[in-house]
């Protein structure tokens, strides 16, 4: 692995806490799926409906701190505190660092 998995994690909340769509959406994999565990469950794949999805979240649910940091197989999950609170996400990468899979929902 030629990149730090919790890194970019980190990277990926930092833009998340900046409201930065366009690095949000850079982190991210040509063919990358988002699992929102929010309200019932959504998948959300392809470039637009991320853009849509993202700049929702921004909107309605700014995160803030970091909760906790973790590697989990070749990814990292973390958890972060939003607007709604706590909130867990695992994530997978593909062999360049990006986002191929992103798991997110409320900690249960």
Do not use: Q
């Amino acid at each position: 692995m030629s990149f730090d998995p919790m890194g970019v994690a980190v990277d990926w909340l930092d833009a998340y806490r900046a409201g930065d769509i366009e690095a949000i959406l850079e982190m991210h994999a040509d063919n990358a799926v988002v699992h929102c565990g929010c309200g019932g469950g959504t998948t959300i794949t392809g470039r637009d409906a991320l853009r849509a999805y993202w700049i929702d979240r921004l909107r309605k649910y700014p995160a803030s701190t970091l909760d906790d940091l973790n590697p989990y197989h070749e990814g990292t999950i973390m958890s972060y505190v939003t607007s709604a609170g706590v909130m867990s996400a695992l994530f997978a990468f593909d062999d360049a660092g990006r986002i191929k899979e992103l798991d997110c929902s409320p900690p249960h």
